[in-house]
């Protein structure tokens, strides 16, 4: 099982919608949640961290479940430039502070 | 302050022959890392480093080697490349405390 697993997507949402992308992790000793966002194989942007007690960044909202080690990215009101890849990541404290990728999901928003 | 960087951008090999990939931060960070990134699959710890002198395996060693003589530099080594070794490499840095790792822009390599 992977340790942190994603559904790949692709998401193809029209502008102005609302989108949610879930994510579950494997290892319960995880300490801290992030989402990055990745464009065009770019490197990895931090986009925000994830908080047990919810977080919102603008039109970003980040939800962190640990009983049932569940992260989740709403978007609302999508635009053009939200189309990305979506990674979820998970802080280990082993190997100095390692980050779990998830594979990705893909976003893309449409006109 | 150019944060991370990483040469080259993109090199072919071919299976045997070996090179060097530089990453460098200007952030006085501790720690860095080298990942690698293959389809479908999420970045994957190769090395990593938490301070000058100091390198350690992370999940994905084999085939690498990594040096941090300086600081602000980390470099990754293949002696002998393989095809399996085509990936894009990234780089991230991280200060002491801190959560977030900044990532350099990668290098594309294809082992022919």
């Known amino acids: 099982r992977k340790e942190v697993e994603q559904d790949p997507g692709p998401f193809n949402v029209p502008e102005g919608a609302t989108v949610a992308f879930n994510c579950t992790y494997s290892?319960?000793?995880?300490?801290?949640f992030f989402w990055y966002r990745q464009d065009c194989r770019k490197e990895p942007k931090l986009l925000m961290s994830v908080y047990s007690s919810g977080n919102e960044d603008g039109r970003f909202t980040a939800q962190l479940n640990r009983a049932s080690q569940y992260i989740s990215l709403l978007i609302r009101d999508s635009k053009l430039s939200d189309s990305a890849t979506y990674l979820c990541?998970?802080?280990?404290?082993?190997?100095?502070?390692?980050?779990?990728f998830g594979a990705g999901t893909i976003l893309r928003v449409k006109s | 302050n150019a944060g991370v960087t990483q040469t080259p951008k993109f090199r072919v090999l071919k299976t045997g022959q070996s090179m060097t990939l530089l990453c460098a931060q200007d952030?006085?960070?501790?720690?860095m890392y080298w990942y690698r990134q293959d389809p479908g699959m999420g970045l994957r710890l190769i090395h990593y480093s938490v301070g000058e002198g100091t390198t350690a395996k992370g999940e994905v060693p084999d085939g690498y080697n990594v040096s941090r003589l300086k600081k602000q530099n980390f470099l990754l080594g293949l002696e002998s490349a393989a095809p399996s070794q085509t990936s894009v490499y990234f780089c991230?840095?991280?200060?002491?405390?801190?959560?977030?790792?900044?990532f350099g822009p990668g290098t594309r390599l294809l082992v022919l």
């Open positions: 990541v998970v802080n280990m404290m082993e190997y100095g502070n390692k980050l779990v």
């Open positions: 991230a840095s991280r200060g002491s405390g801190q959560e977030t790792q900044y």
């Open positions: 290892n319960s000793a995880s300490q801290s």
């Open positions: 952030m006085n960070h501790e720690y």
